[in-house]
């Protein structure tokens, strides 16, 4: 078999003919470029958290109570993940009435925040998002004026 390929040759990919067979554009190492973000509002309230997580808030204090020297917090998600996996409704139900109370407060507060953004920025707000090519434009100006000026 002169000239011919052999099986392992045939059997190997181009690289330049490779197809990404995912789909999409890629980066360097692999993964898929981030996409743009919507900036977020910072006077955005929270989501409420779910009953486990007000479980764990008070797990955490009891197990760093109980294993001062174990710093991993893997071990405290495991462990509170078992315990809240055996334990009955009834054992449950105070962490279920605290995020159900924590939802409320979440949802009046999500209206309230949604009615000042319909309301539309207020005064400071308008002026805060004035592009900084207009404040260099009214730099520029009040310059050239007093060029104009000293002639």
Same mark, same amino acid.
């Given at each position: ?19 990404? !067979? ?6 360097? =190492?692999? +993964? #898929?470029?981030?996409?743009? %973000?919507?900036? /977020?509002?910072? $006077? &955005? ?46 054992? !449950? ?6 995020? =159900?109370? +924590? #939802?409320?407060?979440?949802? %009046?507060?999500? /209206?309230?925040? $949604? &009615? ?36």
């Amino acid at each position: 078999m002169k000239g011919g390929k052999s099986k392992t040759e045939s059997n190997r990919a181009d690289p330049k003919l490779a197809v990404n !067979k995912k789909g999409g554009a890629t980066t360097k =190492g692999g +993964r #898929k470029p981030a996409k743009a %973000k919507a900036a /977020k509002d910072p $006077n &955005k309230p929270k989501r409420p958290p779910s009953a486990f997580f007000v479980f764990m808030e008070e797990f955490r204090k009891q197990f760093k109570k109980e294993n001062p020297d174990n710093k991993a917090v893997s071990a405290v998600g495991k462990a509170a993940g078992a315990k809240w996996k055996t334990m009955s409704d009834a054992d !449950k139900a105070p962490y279920v009435a605290k995020a =159900g109370k +924590r #939802k409320q407060d979440y949802e %009046k507060s999500m /209206k309230t925040y $949604n &009615k000042k953004q319909e309301e539309g920025p207020t005064v400071a707000e308008e002026e805060s998002e004035k592009s900084l090519s207009e404040v260099e434009d009214d730099d520029e100006d009040d310059e050239d004026d007093d060029e104009d000026d000293d002639e």
